[in-house]
């Protein structure tokens, strides 16, 4: 079920990943991606409007490269002429040594609309990348399915996107570009259409996935506005400026030990300097947090709502509180996201209600299951989720229903109607979404939303 191991590749190779055995020219100093004096201009109302100019940038195997700039400074041009979208108006972008003539093979976008085709399944959309490229059928599937359980949405091959929470949406939009094994994955702001809590649920997952060597590309481009993200992901920073146009500004290596930890001073040191390279301020320091001990009040019953949040919020609230050492003020926290305390409630009902934290005064505790949840991998976080679920009311009455006779399927009416004593059909129909979600993360049942049926997941 994983990927080949990709990374750190070698300087020379035989046949590069997202080709499918068609051979491609080799790399000297395990350079993949460069350019030379580019620049680009678009055509504007006064003639030539320029974009980026003199852009000398070089991308090799095994390093995450940030391209990190305030709105308009260029890098979704940059990212686009290296991506051999947009030809460059002077210069030239080279992958594996050679000139690009058009879209560069090498590559694969993410984007920060997921961009996703809300008539076709999860399976079906992360296929896509592999039609286009002449894949045959069987193992276009094959290799679908195992880039969906790599990037943690194995239970959703058949949801179609209208079903899924942002979080999961974008795990799809990850899963197609990885799918086709490209040299260097491209992300383009891919966080930024997600709340905070996901956003840094899934940074985190992708973190654990490419320092444990299973992802399966050999460099990674991203675009971000976000410091701390370049910082938190990036090996090397390139800063563009955006005066009078688009140059590097600096570029910083960042050389802290992987996992990263943001609490750490020198984490610190490299945002503020990055942070002075882009606005020549010195940044404001962040919240501080005070520990504290002490124990549950687990609630029980049908009486009990499901908050509306994904599993992807709520793992982003525990890599949160876990950032912070376990323990964090409520307020405190919600305001160093830059949210309201409401913003963020449903999420803590819902880490509260699976006994992966409690509430102590203004203070928010990870218990030890939540400690673990938190710093799981994917396929670890599953189980625990899974074994704290399946002791949530609505999950426990979908799961044990089910059980029983293999293939057995239960209408969703059937639960409509006994939650209809208590809620209004609204809440009703959201309540049921999140137990679909969770359900379905935690691997206890799949549902076929065509049918309003829920099954038995076969493995
Ligand atoms: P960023 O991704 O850093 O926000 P972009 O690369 O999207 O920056 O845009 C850089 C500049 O180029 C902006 O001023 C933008 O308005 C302009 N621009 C982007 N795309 C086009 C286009 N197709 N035609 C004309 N101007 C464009
Ligand atoms: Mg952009």
């Known amino acids: 079920m994983r990927f080949p191991f990709f990374r750190p590749a070698p300087a020379v190779a035989p046949a590069a990943p997202g080709t499918h055995g068609s051979p491609v020219p080799p790399v000297d100093d395990g350079v993949l991606l460069e350019t030379v004096g580019l620049t680009k201009a678009y055509a504007g109302a006064d003639g030539e409007l320029p974009v980026l100019s003199g852009i000398d940038l070089t991308v090799r195997s095994g390093e995450i490269v940030a391209l990190l700039g305030r709105s308009g400074s260029g890098k979704s041009t940059l990212l686009r002429c290296l991506a051999g979208l947009l030809p460059p108006s002077s210069g030239t972008v080279r992958y594996r040594g050679t000139p690009l003539a058009g879209a560069n093979p090498g590559t694969a976008l993410v984007f920060q609309t997921f961009a996703l085709l809300p008539w076709l399944t999860v399976r079906q959309n992360v296929e896509l990348g592999l039609e286009a490229r002449g894949v045959p059928p069987r193992e276009r599937a094959r290799a679908a399915d195992q880039a969906i359980d790599l990037i943690g949405l194995a239970g959703f091959e058949s949801a179609y996107p209208k079903e899924l929470s942002g979080g999961m949406r974008q795990r799809v939009g990850f899963a197609r570009a990885l799918v086709v094994e490209p040299d260097v994955l491209m992300m383009d702001e891919p ?5 905070v809590l996901t956003a840094e649920n899934l940074r ?14 050999r460099a990674v481009v991203l675009v971000t ?10 090996d090397r920073i390139v800063v563009l400026g955006s005066r009078p146009y688009g140059t590097i500004r600096e570029t910083v290596e960042v050389g802290l030990d992987r996992p990263r930890d943001r609490d750490c001073a020198a984490f610190d040191e490299l945002v503020d300097r990055v942070y002075r390279i882009m606005t020549g301020r010195p940044k ?9 001990p002490g124990r ?31 323990c964090c003020d409520l307020a405190d926290l919600a305001d160093g996201l830059g949210l309201d305390m ?12 699976l006994g992966f934290a409690e509430i102590h005064g203004d203070d928010l505790l990870l218990t030890e299951d939540g400690t673990a949840f938190a710093h799981a991998d994917v396929q670890d976080s599953r189980a625990l989720f899974a074994a704290a679920a399946v002791e ?23 639960f409509r109607d006994l939650l209809a004593h208590h809620y209004t059909s609204e809440q009703v129909d959201r309540q049921l979404e999140t137990a679909t979600d969770w359900g379905r993360y935690a691997g206890l049942f799949g549902y076929d939303a065509d049918r309003q049926e829920y099954r038995l997941e076969e493995a």
């Not at 985190?204 to 590309?217: I, N, V």
């Open 284 to 292: 404001e320091t962040r919240p501080p947090e005070r520990p504290d």
């Open 392 to 414: 949530v009311p609505l999950v426990k009455l979908i799961a044990n229903s089910l059980r029983g006779e293999p293939g057995a399927t239960v209408r969703a009416g059937f």
């Open 191 to 195: 966080f930024s259409a997600l709340d």
């Open 225 to 234: 506005h976000n410091i701390e993200e370049a910082v938190l992901m990036a």
């Open 204 to 217: 985190g997952e992708l973190m654990e996935l490419w320092d444990s060597g299973q992802f399966p590309t």
């Open 342 to 353: 409401d913003d963020v409630l449903p999420q803590v009902d819902a880490l509260d209600l």
């Open 296 to 326: 549950p009040d687990r609630r029980t019953l049908a009486t009990t709502p499901l908050p509306t949040v994904s599993v992807d919020g709520l793992s982003g609230l525990a890599e949160m509180i876990a950032h912070r050492h376990g």
